[in-house]
């Protein structure tokens, strides 16, 4: 009996905003690859996350570890983009009305 070794792709797909996914699910490389670098294993990311497959979670920290680099400038503009979009979003007139009506009826829903 011999052993066939043979290369799977990388589970790691880029949509059509430009998001890397891991595997067939929603999940994104920002995800998995925060989550590992605060300590979590992949068995547990996969216990967080139950549409990854255990493989494509090793398979993506693989990756990661190989491309360390390259990986952490993808992750800081995706900070940087939505750090961006956080303040365009907030700068809206209209957030900051519903934002201040929204807590204004909770605080008066409390009092009566």
Excluded: C, W
């Excluded at 967080?48 to 800081?76: C, M």
């Amino acid at each position: 009996m011999s052993l066939t070794i043979v290369a799977k792709p990388l589970p790691l797909e880029i949509n059509a905003d430009n998001v890397v996914l891991v595997g067939k699910t929603r999940v994104t490389l920002d995800t998995v690859i925060g989550t590992f670098n605060r300590g979590t294993t992949a068995e547990e990311i996969v216990y967080r996350y139950p549409s990854l497959k255990l493989a494509d979670v090793y398979a993506t920290i693989a990756f990661y570890l190989d491309h360390q680099r390259a990986v952490d400038n993808y992750l800081e503009n995706r900070r940087q983009q939505a750090e961006t979009v956080q303040e365009m979003n907030e700068s809206r007139p209209d957030a900051q009305n519903i934002r201040h009506r929204l807590l204004a009826r909770k605080r008066d829903q409390a009092t009566s």
